[in-house]
């Protein structure tokens, strides 16, 4: 394992802002990680586990600590472990990156996650929040997750009820954060399953089709719709230099939703909603931003709004992480004002 000290932390990240690590590593193997676990608990430093990051603001002065960076590699050949009811178990290194894994479940034939396809990151980082699009989430799918828990300093598989899986969220970003360096996760798929087609994007993509799309299909289709919006990462893009989505769907009770629907149609306006959970509304965000005055390539200084997508904002060339936070705050603070709702940002915020 080899520990480097002042490791810039921006070309690491897909908004490209932020400052330096004090110490960065790294690791490919499990002993390694727990070696720099031991590294920074030893010398009283402060640990970030970094992924691809792809849903990160790192702080102009960076990271006072360590920061590991996971490269744990390895898909493990599903013909080994071949399960009932056609369900294949892939067990994937936390390192790999996401849209390899589901490239290869799909040329496998293997359904249940082709409409993740080109989400950005790594394996590692998919159980954090969730990961989800067009009508799937890993959690349908993640059987486990192996883990170095460093609490109690010991390697630990964590079965999918363990996990706590929410609409973004589970309790590596919650309420165990920090406590878990995710080694690998564990993907339950079924070979020869039919594509999930739920979302409206795919169904309109696929409506002249005469035969039902096939999962290569489905991923193409989904990379491609994701390109037409800046999600899918392309060299030259500007408007990819984001992290994504930057804002949560925020989820309302029917009491705020009601508000919210009669204060829209008051305004002349449809609020586009999707029933959630427990009586509740999930309101999109995209809407709310672009329905106070930020529309599709907004400006603020070498910040902006992606011109392709409402909900990313993105680094126009040079921006420090205090740029994007400032326009992050000037849409909260106008969605606010206008909707009465306070949107809540997706990506985490190191070191600030
Ligand atoms: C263009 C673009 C499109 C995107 N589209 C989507 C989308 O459709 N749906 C969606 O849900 N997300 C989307 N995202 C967000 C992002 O890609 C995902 O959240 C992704 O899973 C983050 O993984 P990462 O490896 O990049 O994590 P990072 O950004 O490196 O880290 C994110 C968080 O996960 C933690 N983490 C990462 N790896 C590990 C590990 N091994 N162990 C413990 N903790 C870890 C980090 O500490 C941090 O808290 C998009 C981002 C971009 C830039």
């Given amino acids: 394992m080899t520990i480097q000290e002042d490791v810039p932390l921006a070309p690491l990240t897909t908004l490209q802002v932020g400052g330096r690590a004090r110490y960065f590593a790294e690791l490919r193997r499990e002993d390694e990680v727990r070696e720099a676990a031991h590294f920074a608990k030893t010398r009283g430093l402060p640990l970030f586990v970094l992924g691809g990051g792809s849903n990160v603001v790192i702080a102009d002065c960076g990271w006072p600590g360590l920061v590991l960076r996971i490269a744990i590699g390895g898909i493990t050949s599903p013909r080994a472990k071949e399960a009932p009811g056609n369900a294949v178990l892939f067990s994937v290194g936390a390192g790999v990156h996401w849209d390899d894994f589901v490239a290869q479940a799909v040329a496998q034939n293997c359904a249940g996650v082709e409409c993740l396809s080109g989400i950005p990151g790594s394996v590692g980082g998919t159980p954090v929040q969730n990961v989800g699009a067009y009508g799937q989430e890993v959690s349908d799918t993640i059987e ?161 709004i992606s011109h392709k997508h409402a909900l990313a904002l993105i680094n126009r060339g040079d921006a420090k992480a205090s740029d994007v936070v400032g326009l992050k705050d000037e849409i909260q603070s106008g969605v606010q004002e206008i909707w009465g709702v306070r949107l809540e940002p997706e990506p985490v915020f190191v070191g600030f």
């Fill in 144 to 304: 486990s997750v192996r883990a170095l828990d460093l609490k109690e300093d010991r390697i630990v598989v964590l079965p999918k009820p363990a996990c706590g899986f929410r609409y973004r969220a589970s309790i590596f970003n919650s309420t165990e954060r920090s406590r878990y360096i995710i080694l690998r996760v564990n993907y339950r798929l079924k070979r020869g399953g039919a594509p999930s087609l739920k979302y409206a994007d795919l169904q309109r993509h696929f409506a002249r089709s005469k035969t039902p799309p096939s999962l290569a299909e489905t991923r193409a289709a989904v990379r491609e719709i994701r390109r037409s919006k800046g999600m899918l990462i392309v060299p030259g893009d500007d408007d990819c230099r984001s992290a994504g989505s930057f804002f949560k769907n925020p989820v309302l009770g029917f009491e705020q939703f009601k508000g919210l629907a009669e204060r829209a149609a008051s305004k002349g306006l449809d609020i586009p909603s999707y029933a959630a959970l427990d009586a509740q509304h999930k309101i999109s965000a995209a809407w709310l931003v672009e329905h106070s005055g930020f529309s599709k390539g907004y400006a603020r200084g070498a910040a902006g």
